[in-house]
Every structure is written in structure tokens, then in C-alpha cells.
């Protein structure tokens, strides 16, 4: 299963984090602080496996993939093909960049929300679900309509004209 | 769920009442102050707000409240306490606006853990209700994905009853064949094993025959997630069939990967399915144009099916392309990665790949590197050592520092592996580890140091190579610099000591031990160069001495033995350039190394060198230079020996006495010292280690305040030994063993010389000697002394003897067997409902007791089953021994075809091709078997299967 997707900046601020396993929130800091190390030790042009086994337990392995200012990074155990989830960060950017046309790391800093449903729907409990980018877009679009369906208010925030109305 | 604020301790300003920052606002701030202490400063704000917020009796407020603390719990590591957290986010779930309750499953499937499970019973009906079907389809759907994340997220698979409670409203999802539902199955099958398998694992596995691929996927990767290594793959077994047919008919890469995985883990359980899946894997690996899915085919072949020849063959070559592609360091790290698979046992089938394998030691990618030089190790056996040894230190030269010391390493690990088990000539390993030494970054000289010392001790015929490495190694000024060299230095010192009789010119070798750069060395280590010159000189004045006395034949002998290699010596003196011994007459000094001048030369320069020293404030070096000072004065007489030549004979016969005892001293060979040399020491007479000291606890405890550095008599301290040690051992006895534990040492002093074999073989003997030693373990050297006794006269060099003790041959085959596989309530639970009524006699205790028994005979005697089976068919009155009534059924099968059952040796399938229709067949017999209770553990699955 996958044990942790992450999202981390090259100036070492996670920007998604998202761990399968339970991991102990004190120490996310720690894990984010050690996968960052491993990653800013690495130069480009080599390949982009880390053998992750004493930071996330044993047979783990961590790819991720170096693309503008952002590291894309998916831990996994024995029971996932390394080339499959080299590919998966593949889909994972496309969707990216077809939700918030040609993604930038702004993009994913001002939209938590989204990045979320965005992965959900690509991996549930640490099992990918889909794999195809149109279905996730297509889901996710699904799913903006849906909720603007039921509430066109509710993300306005608190104003005074709620408050008197009330 | 209206909780009433309380009055916030400072009043907030109205502008921050009235306004609520958004998370977008949140982001900002957080944004507006780059620095460590600005962000902290505005995380504390936020934090203080929303808890204000939080409490807020509308849902709206709430929900941006919620949302910005589940952003910073998560991307800033706020220290949120759970609670308020999970407590807003489990009240929001049941909002009926979408927004709210997406908020709250991502809010609580972020945040929620362990400490915060007493909470998720509040969840749990909620989770039932958006579970259930209702309203419009689309919004059900996200409504119940939206479920499904919470059921599957990490906190949720913690909590015990969650499980319990609603495997049964996944059970109609799973029946749909939502991908979503058969995700959240496997995670809440894997954290529960025991309430979750009874109600999920049947829907799922019937998922896996679903018509739609999404849902066959999705269980595919589920069971594959379910038999990972830690749990144990036999209750899997009955899946074959579904495996087997979705491995035959599925065109999704992604589930034909997690299928491979699942077969890969089945494979080496049941031998014939390792021959079923061959041809199938074979022609996905020449098939698919997917890198993935080659990779996997090729994982399978070489961990599951290396037995079969041609796909390992077909897998190798295809490995070989990944290491051959050029511009994708990832293909090459996983076909490397790959080759490593194969175990031990196939190392000659990667032996082919060696030059690619070699080619990559020079990649830039740090991880091919160490991918490949694991690789060449792991094939290196005493044909190919020499040769891949020295193509290893050849790219030292050329690696960086760290990547040449990996490489020392592991050169000095596999050489070293099993007391030298690899090594036949210690001639060449001797240089090798000299060479290594010299290595530009070497950074090993503890291990090198202590195998030299460790060779020289075992190995008596490597001796005279050992001392001429040990000499390149002491004349060389420039190694004294190195601080990684020291330990290395120290053995070649402490060898040229030990062995001097082998020396070839012991003045250059006194000249080197005593040369002015050696006060570079710590103090240890100079210690052991000035005790190395006492063993030199002590050697020295023997030889002259006895020279002195009989000068007939058998001196002679002895110096035609000990001819100065005058070359050699020359050379290194130049390079030594010391100005002294110009002014004593090199050309003489080097003539003869026992002459007269060449004696009094040695004196004077020990006294002018280490003269010094017997003022040094170390103790070690004090002590040292102190004997050997004394020494020399002792046999200072030495120099008017010539002037009176044979004058009177009671002075040189005392001399001769004096030096003579002096090396005797030296004389004894040292040997290796076996771990268990203790129990050979017997206790001597009217000693009783069993007596019982009790009574003198209460003596010693009166006064005894530090009970550490002595021996204890404390009572309490019975408890604590008595668990460890047999209970009738008196408190006496074993602490006396704990004393002897910690200064073991000094109970080393009777018997060692028994253990320890003087007499060793002469290696180029023609015959053999057969020592009777019992301490000497060393079956396999005498056997290949054996075999290359004929070989003598084509060259081949035969392997010395190599002392070895029979504790450490214990100790390597102790050490293996200690991982023990352990039961794991997954299968335990999967055992109970995949046996249906018969394994419920069984407590699960036992069950895993069988699986565990099961899992060995199977890997450790392969053979014995299959005979076994072969008996049943050709005695069937045998069969009837088998009571339970599934076995009686299955053989009623079987019955009807006997030649089948005949046929169940793994080697007859291999040979015979299946045909279709008889694969049809099966698969109709398999349908029929998938009915509860007629599945037993091993003996179905060939009916599946056959």
C-alpha cells in the first residue's frame, strides 16, 4: 500500500501532506524534516528511488519526482511496483495541472481543500483507485457542482448581514 | 451540539468579531512573514481565533474554523490538542450542506488518531447513515465516498468497533463493486481481522470474478495489500483460480501487477502453481510494452519461479535491456535491483551479466552504484574471488571517498566471511589487503588491521608473505600520516615482532619501526612498534649469540636461509636516507644482518631513539621502552664480545643464557582463541561451584555498599539471575559466573595452551597430516588438501591450513534460524471462515501451530510431501487413515480419476502440457468449490488447480 503521499517545496515547506498509516502528529515534522534531507542530498539525474526503511519501517521505499519548486513524493511498501508509482506521480501532476490550468506552487499553497479531494479520489487508505486523469477531473468537477448545488453561501465568510439576519 | 462561548480572556478587537478570516486570509498572513518567528507568531494568532471560532453555534463559522485548523495541524504542525478538533469536525459530519460535512470527513480524517478514538463512537452512526442509500444518486455517492475515507483513514482502523459495526453496510457496496468500498474493506479487514473477515472477506473475493474491471482491479490490489509480507499468504490459496483467470484475461496493467504480486507470494507455498503461472508470465514479460509491468513480470520470475530455466533466462535478458538503458537511471537501478532478487543459489545465472554489472560501479547515481556492488558480491565464490577482487580495488582508485570505502568494506567482508572461506591463496589475499591499506581513502584500517593479525594467527604458510606486506607497509614514511592507517600499522608492527624469524633483514626492519615520523603515531600504537623492536632485537642477539658459540653447519644452513636481499635493502636504505648509518659503514651493516657491526649498530640506534622515551608521561610507552633499554644494558657486554672473541668461555655462556631465555619468552606461538575456551578450563579440586553461598549474604551485604565491581551475594539478586539461569544453580555459582562474565580474562590461564594446536600441517606436503586436534574444525580444507594433493604438480597452488574453531562454526549456524515466522491474526482469522466448520475444533492457537508446521515442511522438504501423495493414489486403503470428511470428499474426487492423483508431482506438470479443455474443467470444478465449507487448507487448491 502506499504509506504517505507528500508534497514538499525545495525550501522545505510541505505543502500536502497526507500519511496512510498512522504516524503520530508530532512527528510529521520529524518525517518531513528526514524525507527533505534525503531529498536535497539527491542531485538530478539519478534515479529516483530512496530506500526509506528507517524512517517509515521496514521494505519501505520512497520516488518522487522534482518538477519546478515542488517535490512530489509517494512512500510505499512491497506490495506496490515502483515503476507504477513513478507513473502515478505522473497522473497525480497532470491532474494538478488540469484542475487549476498549468499548476504552480501558488496553485497548491491556496487550495487545501481541493489538493485533498483532488487525491482522494485518486488513493483511499492508501490503495489507488483510479488511475485515469480524465475520470479525476471529471470527479472532482462533479463534485465542485455538487456542493455548489447545496450551498452557495456557505464558504462566503461570516458577514455582517448573516450576523443581522440571524 | 451548541456549546455556549465562554467570555474570552482578552476581549477581541470588533473588527475581528465581526470578520472571519477565511483560510485563503489564514494563508496570507501566514505568507506575509516568511520568518521562523513571524510564522510562529501568526499561527499562534490563528490558532487563539479559532478557538474562539470554533465554538461558534453556526455551522458556517464552525466549518471555516474547522477547516483552517485542520490546515494548520497539517501543513504547520501546529500543536493542536485533538480534542476540540475532532470534536467540531464529528458534530459537523451530520450537516445536511455538502460543503460542511466534506470539510468534516477531511478535518477528521486528517486529524483524528488513536487518543481521539473515544470520539469516533459519536461517528459511528453517522458514518452507518451516509453509508446507507438514500437521496440522489450522484450526492449519495459522494456522500458515501466521503465515508469510505473516514472508514479507511488510519485513526478510524484503529478504533475497535468501528469495524463491528459497519462491515455490514460495506458488505452491499462491495457487492456494487465500488472500488471505493473494496479499498476501505482491505484497511478495515487488515486493522480487525478477526470482526471484519467473517462479513467482507467472501464479498471480496467475489469482486475478484466481478465483470467489471474496475471492481476486479480494485480487489486484486486489496488482496495483494492483505498478504504482504509480515501476515502469511496460505489462506490466500483458495484465490488462485480468480487470480489465475484474471492474470489469463485482464488488460489493466495495474491489476495485472498487483496479481503477479499476490502469485509471487503464493507460488513458493504450493510448488505447482509455480509451473501453472509460468507460461502466462512469460508471455506478458514479451508481450507488454508497459516498463511496470515488465518489471513486475520480471520480479515474479526470478523471486517465484527461479527454478524454471527458460523464463529465467527470458527474465535476465529483459533485466539486462533495463540495465542497458542509457538515458533512464531508474530502469537501470531496477534491473540491477532485479538480478539482486535472485538468490545465492542462482549467482552463476548473474554471473553472465558481470560486465554490464561492472560497467555500472562507475554510474553516477549513488544508488546503481551500491546496487551493483551488492550484486558482485553476492557472487563472488573461490573461483571468481581473485579476480573480481582485484577489479573492485581497481575502481577504488577511481570512485569518491565513500563509494571506495563501501567497497573496501564489503571486499573485506565476503573475504573475510566464515574464517576466509573464499580464500585460497593468502599469498595473494595478504597483498590484497596490503594494497587495500594504500588505497587512496582508506578508511577501513581497523578491519584490515585485524584480519592481518587474524590470517597471521590462522594461517602459518601466509606468514612469510605477511611479513613482507607488513615490511612495504613499515618502511613506507608517508603511511605514518594517514590517522585511518594506524590500526593497520599496528598489526604490521606487532607482525614483523611476532614473526621475525621470517624476516629477511631485520636492520631495515628496526630502522623502519624506530624511524622519526613514528612520533606521529598515538601512544597504543607506538607502544606496540618499541615492544616489535624488542621482539626484533631479542631475535638478533639469539642468532648472533648462538652463532658465536657453534659456528658449524647448522648455522650456515641458517644464513643461507636468512641471505639479506641486498637489492632491497639498499634501495630502502637510500629511501630511508638517515645520516647515521653512513658514518657506521652501510655496505658492511648490510652484509650481514648478525654481524658484529650490524648488532652494535642496532644498540646504538635503539638507545639513541627510544632512549628518550623512557621519560615519555604515557605509561604504555614508558613501560616499553623501559624493558627494552634494559634489555640492551643487560646484554651491553655484547660489544667487547668481539674484542675477546672466544677468550674465556664463562662469559659468553651466560650471555648466551640470558638472551637465550629472553627468547624463549617469544618463542610460544600464539593461536586463535575459541569463545567457549572457558568451558575447557577445569575447576580444580575441592572447589564446589554448586555450593550454595547464601548464608553469606547477610556477611557481605553489612558492609558491601558497592556491590558493581565485586562479586554480589545480594538475595535479591537470585530473582534476577535464577530466570535466566537453570533454578537449581545456586546464587553462588552464578555469580560467580557474572563475575567471571565481566573479567573473563583473568579465569584464562590453565588449559588454553591445550586448545590452542602447534603443530600445523605443512601445506605443500604431498600427504595430509592428520591432526587429531579436537579444537581444529576444518573438514572442507582438509578435503580440498585432498583434492589438490594429485594437482600438485600442475601448479594449483593449495589451500593452506586455516585454523578454525568449532564455536564459530556454531555460531554462524545458530544465527540464521532466529527468525522464527510468526502467526499473525490476519491468517489466523482467514484460517477460521476458509475452513469452515472443520477448523473451528481447532482453537486458533493450534491452527497457527499447523500453519507454522506447514510453512516449514513445505519450504524445507518438498519432496516428502509429494511422496506422500504419491502414496495416497497407489494405496488407497491409506487414504482412509484421513478421517475428516472434506478430505473424504476431495478423495472421492479424486477417486474417480486415479492416474490424476498419481500425477502431482510438481516435475510431471512442468513436463506435460496443460490442455484447454481440461482447463475448462477445472474451472467448473472450481466455481463448485467456492461454497463455504468445502475448503480446506492445501489439499482443495489442487483440485483448483489440476
Known amino acids: 500500500m502506499i504509506q504517505a503521499v507528500m508534497v514538499i517545496s525545495t525550501q522545505a515547506k510541505p505543502r500536502l501532506l497526507k500519511f496512510y498509516n498512522f504516524q503520530a502528529p508530532e512527528k510529521h515534522q520529524d518525517l518531513v524534516r528526514s524525507v527533505f534531507q534525503l531529498l536535497s542530498a539527491s542531485p538530478d539525474s539519478v534515479s529516483n528511488f530512496v530506500k526509506v526503511d528507517t524512517i517509515f519501517g521496514p521494505g519501505t521505499k520512497m520516488v518522487y519526482k522534482h518538477l519546478a519548486t515542488l517535490y512530489f513524493v509517494f512512500v510505499f511498501d512491497s506490495s506496490e511496483n515502483e515503476l507504477a508509482m513513478l507513473d502515478l506521480i505522473q497522473v497525480f501532476v497532470e491532474i494538478l495541472d488540469r484542475c487549476f490550468k498549468n499548476v504552480c506552487e501558488l496553485d497548491i499553497v491556496f487550495n487545501f481543500n481541493k489538493l485533498h479531494t483532488i487525491l482522494d479520489e485518486m488513493i483511499l487508505g492508501g490503495q489507488v483507485i483510479e488511475t485515469s486523469s480524465e475520470q479525476v477531473v471529471k470527479s472532482v468537477e462533479e463534485i465542485e457542482r455538487l456542493e455548489k448545488q447545496s450551498s452557495t453561501t456557505s464558504f462566503i465568510p461570516k458577514s455582517i448581514t448573516e450576523r443581522f439576519t440571524r | ?946
Open chain 2, 1 to 946: 451540539m451548541a456549546s455556549t462561548p465562554p467570555a474570552p480572556a482578552v476581549a477581541p478587537s470588533l473588527v475581528d468579531t465581526l470578520f472571519q478570516r477565511s483560510l485563503n486570509d489564514l494563508v496570507k498572513s501566514l505568507r506575509a512573514d516568511p520568518s521562523a518567528a513571524g510564522e510562529a507568531a501568526a499561527v499562534a494568532r490563528a490558532l487563539s481565533e479559532i478557538h474562539r471560532e470554533i465554538r461558534a453555534p453556526d455551522a458556517a463559522t464552525k466549518s471555516v474554523a474547522l477547516q483552517k485548523l485542520a490546515y494548520l495541524s497539517s501543513l504547520h504542525f501546529a500543536p493542536v490538542g485533538s480534542h476540540p478538533l475532532a470534536f467540531a469536525a464529528i458534530e459537523l459530519l451530520a450537516s445536511p450542506h455538502l460543503p460542511h460535512k466534506h470539510l468534516a470527513y477531511l478535518a477528521a480524517s486528517l486529524s483524528l488518531h488513536p487518543a481521539s478514538l473515544s470520539l469516533l463512537p459519536l461517528a459511528t452512526h453517522q458514518l452507518h447513515k451516509d453509508l446507507s442509500p438514500s437521496a440522489g444518486a450522484a450526492h449519495q455517492q459522494h456522500v458515501s465516498a466521503l465515508a469510505f475515507q473516514l472508514l479507511a483513514s488510519p485513526a478510524a482502523t484503529a478504533a475497535p468497533d468501528l469495524p463491528v459495526h459497519l462491515a455490514h453496510d460495506l458488505v452491499q457496496h462491495l457487492a456494487r463493486g465500488s472500488p471505493r468500498a473494496i479499498a476501505a474493506a482491505a484497511r478495515v479487514i487488515a486493522a480487525s481481522p478477526s470482526a471484519a473477515v467473517p462479513v467482507l472477506f467472501k464479498p471480496l473475493a467475489a469482486c475478484l470474478a466481478s465483470p467489471d474491471p474496475r471492481a476486479s482491479t480494485a480487489a486484486a490490489a486489496a488482496f495483494c495489500d492483505l498478504s504482504a509480507p509480515p501476515a502469511d499468504a496460505t489462506p490466500f490459496l483458495p484465490l488462485a483460480p480468480d487470480l489465475y483467470n484474471l492474470l489469463t484475461t485482464s488488460r489493466s496493467n495495474w491489476a495485472l501487477i498487483k496479481v503477479l504480486k499476490v502469485f509471487a507470494r503464493l507460488a513458493p507455498l504450493e510448488p505447482r502453481l509455480a509451473a501453472r503461472i509460468v507460461d502466462p508470465v512469460c508471455q506478458l514479460l514479451t508481450r507488454s510494452s508497459a516498463m511496470s509491468l515488465t518489471f513486475e513480470c520480471i520480479r515474479t520470475v526470478l523471486t517465484a519461479l527461479p527454478a524454471h530455466d527458460a523464463a529465467v533466462r527470458l527474465a535476465i535478458g529483459k533485466a539486462k535491456e533495463f540495465i542497458a538503458a542509457a538515458d533512464d537511471p531508474n530502469l537501470r537501478y531496477l534491473g540491477l535491483l532485479a538480478l539482486g532478487m535472485l538468490g545465492p543459489a542462482y549467482a552463476s545465472t548473474v554471473n553472465d551479466c558481470r560486465d554490464a554489472i561492472a560497467k555500472s560501479l562507475g554510474d553516477a547515481d549513488t544508488n546503481i552504484r551500491q546496487e551493483a556492488l551488492h550484486l558482485i558480491m553476492g557472487m563472488v565464490n573461490e573461483n571468481n574471488v581473485v579476480d573480481i577482487a582485484g577489479m573492485l580495488i581497481s575502481h577504488v582508485a577511481k570512485s569518491d571517498p565513500e563509494f571506495a570505502n563501501d567497497i573496501l568494506g564489503a571486499v573485506l567482508a565476503a573475504c573475510g566471511h566464515n574464517v576466509y572461506e573464499m580464500v585460497v591463496d593468502f599469498d595473494w589475499y595478504v597483498s590484497l589487503l596490503a594494497d587495500m591499506a594504500r588505497t587512496l581513502h582508506c578508511a577501513q584500517g581497523d578491519e584490515i588491521g585485524r584480519q592481518l593479525v587474524d590470517v597471521g594467527l590462522r594461517v602459518q604458510d601466509a606468514r612469510p608473505e605477511l611479513v613482507r606486506s607488513a615490511r612495504t607497509l613499515l618502511i613506507d614514511p608517508a603511511l605514518l600520516g594517514n590517522h585511518f592507517l594506524f590500526p593497520v600499522l599496528s598489526a604490521a608492527a606487532w607482525i614483523s615482532g611476532e614473526y621475525v624469524d621470517l624476516t629477511k633483514d631485520p636492520v631495515e626492519l628496526v630502522e623502519a619501526l624506530l624511524q622519526p615520523r613514528t612520533s606521529l603515531l598515538p601512544i597504543s600504537v607506538r607502544a606496540v612498534y618499541i615492544h616489535a623492536v624488542f621482539k626484533v632485537i631479542t631475535w638478533c642477539f639469539s642468532v648472533y649469540v648462538g652463532r658465536l658459540g657453534d659456528s658449524g653447519m647448522a648455522m650456515d644452513v641458517m644464513f643461507d636461509r636468512l641471505a639479506p636481499d641486498q637489492t632491497v635493502s639498499l634501495d630502502s636504505n637510500v629511501a630511508l636516507g638517515s645520516g647515521e648509518e653512513q658514518d657506521i659503514g652501510a655496505s658492511t651493516v648490510r652484509k650481514d644482518p648478525f654481524s658484529h657491526e650490524s648488532i652494535l649498530y642496532m644498540i646504538d640506534l635503539i638507545q639513541t631513539t627510544v632512549g628518550p622515551l623512557i621519560n615519555c608521561n604515557e605509561v604504555e610507552v614508558q613501560e616499553r621502552a623501559h624493558n627494552l633499554i634494559g634489555f640492551v644494558h643487560l646484554v651491553r657486554e655484547i660489544q667487547e664480545l668481539n674484542k675477546r672473541k672466544v677468550a674465556d668461555g664463562d662469559e659468553p655462556s651466560r650471555l648466551k643464557e640470558l638472551v637465550k631465555t629472553m627468547r624463549t619468552v617469544f618463542c610460544q606461538e600464539l593461536g586463535p582463541v575459541s569463545v567457549n575456551a572457558q568451558m575447557k578450563v577445569a575447576p580444580p579440586d575441592g572447589l564446589i561451584l554448586n555450593e550454595n553461598l547464601v548464608e553469606l549474604a547477610g556477611m557481605v551485604s553489612e558492609d558491601d555498599t558497592t556491590p558493581s565491581t565485586s562479586i554480589f551475594f545480594y538475595p535479591c539478586s537470585r530473582h534476577s539471575v535464577d530466570t535466566r539461569d537453570e533454578p537449581a544453580v545456586s546464587i553462588g555459582s552464578s555469580s560467580l559466573s557474572e563475575h567471571r562474565k565481566r573479567h573473563g580474562l583473568f579465569y584464562l590461564q590453565t588449559g588454553k595452551t591445550e586448545d590452542e594446536p602447534n603443530d600445523y600441517p605443512q601445506a605443500n606436503d604431498s600427504l595430509p597430516s592428520s591432526s587429531n586436534n579436537s579444537v581444529i574444525n576444518d573438514d572442507k580444507s582438509k578435503t580440498a588438501e585432498l583434492v589438490f594433493a594429485g594437482k600438485k604438480s600442475t601448479a594449483t597452488k593449495s589451500r593452506p591450513k586455516v585454523v578454525k574453531l568449532d564455536t564459530e562454526d556454531f555460531l554462524s549456524s545458530v544465527m540464521p534460524s532466529a527468525n522464527v515466522p510468526k502467526e499473525d491474526p490476519l491468517s489466523g482469522a482467514l484460517r477460521d471462515v476458509l475452513l469452515g466448520s472443520d477448523a473451528k475444533a481447532l482453537s486458533s492457537q493450534r491452527a497457527s501451530d499447523i500453519n507454522l508446521e506447514g510453512m516449514l515442511n513445505k519450504t524445507s522438504s518438498n519432496e516428502s510431501s509429494s511422496h506422500l501423495i504419491e502414496n495416497l493414489g497407489s494405496y488407497p486403503a491409506s487414504r482412509s487413515s484421513r478421517t475428516t470428511s472434506k478430505q473424504q470428499n476431495d478423495d472421492k474426487e479424486k477417486g474417480t480419476n486415479p492416474r490424476e492423483s498419481d500425477g502431482k508431482e510438481p516435475r510431471k506438470h512442468r513436463s506435460s502440457g496443460r490442455s484447454g479443455h481440461r482447463q475448462g474443467k477445472h474451472k467448473h470444478r472450481e466455481k463448485s468449490s467456492t461454497q463455504p465449507d468445502t475448503i480446506p487448507q492445501a489439499s482443495v487448491i489442487q483440485d483448483f488447480l489440476l
